[in-house]
């Protein structure tokens, strides 16, 4: 079984910034694509962005130019650099990983508990 433990949420001013961790750990024989997802009260979960083992980015439109997704492989770590925040950004960001058991070599995904990321003056 693999935890993602996520950190760095918390209450911002417009224009501001934050960074988002989310550390792996457990069962892993391999880490690939990594990922943020948001969700907004009353909203569907939604991509922020992710990034592949190899860091190809992908990026929701409305966060582009603004949020940066960057990873470090020797730590199983994904980052997320927030930066220009808008009041539109509040939401619980969740952070995901697809791996591969290091027990059973099946591929599966995992889910943080997410961190709550408030804009607000």
């Known amino acids: 079984q693999v935890q993602l433990v996520e950190s760095g949420g918390g209450l911002v001013q417009p224009g501001g910034s934050l960074r988002l961790s989310c550390a792996a750990s457990g069962s892993i024989f391999r880490l690939n694509a990594m990922g943020w997802y948001r969700q907004a009260p009353g909203k569907q979960r939604e991509l922020v962005a992710s990034i592949t083992s190899s860091g190809s980015t992908n990026y929701a439109d409305s966060v582009k130019g603004r949020f940066t997704i960057s990873r470090d492989n020797a730590k199983n770590t994904v980052y997320l650099q927030m930066s220009s925040l808008k009041p539109e950004d509040t939401a619980v960001y969740h952070c995901?990983?697809?791996?591969?058991?290091?027990?059973?070599?099946?591929?599966?995904?995992?889910w943080g508990q997410g961190t709550l990321v408030t804009v607000s003056s």
């Open positions: 995901n990983a697809n791996y591969i058991n290091a027990r059973t070599f099946v591929g599966l995904d995992a």
